[in-house]
């Protein structure tokens, strides 16, 4: 099912590294190329704090919730 | 990353490998509509002074996946952080900028789920991304990279706003090999 969503953020933490990239290549799917700077790729924690997370179209109730992404 | 769409042509992202969310309905509730596969986990935000914050996520375990202290800062510096791959602070701000879109693979690594952020498309003029100081004493990094050498890159964060986000039509990967390549 794909669903639209509409989300508040209360606010996004983005904090950023950079490892070697033949340590972050094992991590990914093949198909993807990794973005690099002088042999270095760039890994991110991504933390929104999301209020009033909304479904657009059926009416999903709304939510309050904290994500972490890396 | 990039990653050549067969909707978009090359694109540049995120990729998402792991995703944790509080233990609640709303967690099992995603898993089954979305792409995303969360993980269990707990995500504390505790405020520790002005505009200072404490971002500890943990596992069911007990174990502290990641913990980090940050403070956010309406000023943006001009100096980067000491041995970072960037030449400036405003060619980092740039290529952080330049990313409207995230990537989750299938499972069996054959699709690409794309989510799109859709409105507003990244419009960092009328919400900038502002930099957030993080305290590079108080880090915990993830397992995967754990024994990695990790230097701290420039950091940000973005205030209140509304975001739509949009999964776009799944792709199948393709294989690179020259007998199934696309005509």
């Not at chain 1, 973005?35 to 309050?64: C, H, M, W, Y």
């Not at chain 2, 233990?23 to 792409?35: Q, T, W």
């Not at chain 2, 108080?138 to 995967?144: A, C, G, K, R, V």
Request: aromatic share 10%.
């Amino acid at each position: 099912m794909k669903l639209d969503v509409l989300a508040d953020l209360d606010h996004l933490f983005i904090i950023n590294f950079s490892v070697e990239a033949t340590r972050l290549q094992r991590l990914l799917p093949g198909h993807l190329r990794l973005l690099t700077r002088e042999g270095r790729a760039i890994p991110s924690i991504v933390l929104p704090a999301i209020r009033n997370l909304r479904q657009r179209s059926v009416g999903f109730p709304k939510v309050d919730y904290d994500l972490f992404g890396l | 990353m990039e990653y050549e769409s067969s909707q978009l042509g090359l694109t540049k992202g995120i990729y998402f490998s792991r995703l944790i969310m509080d233990p609640n309905h709303v967690r099992r509730v995603a898993n089954m509509l979305m792409a995303f596969d969360f993980e269990r986990g707990t995500i504390t935000r505790q405020t520790t002074g002005e505009n200072s914050t404490d971002v500890t996520v943990t596992l069911p375990s007990g174990k502290n996946l990641f913990h980090a202290n940050v403070h956010t800062s309406g000023e943006f510096p001009f100096a980067l952080t000491e041995g970072s791959c960037f030449e400036s602070a405003d060619e980092a701000l740039a290529m952080y900028n330049d990313i409207a879109y995230g990537f989750v693979s299938s499972a069996d690594a054959q699709s690409m789920h794309i989510l799109q952020i859709a409105e507003p498309h990244p419009n960092y003029e009328a919400w900038p991304l502002l930099h957030l100081e993080v305290n590079r004493d108080s880090i915990i990094i993830p397992t995967e990279l754990a024994d990695a050498e990790v230097q701290l890159e420039p950091s940000y964060y973005v205030g209140q706003l509304p975001r739509y986000w949009r999964w776009l039509k799944t792709e199948r990967v393709e294989s690179k090999s020259p007998a199934s390549a696309p005509k």
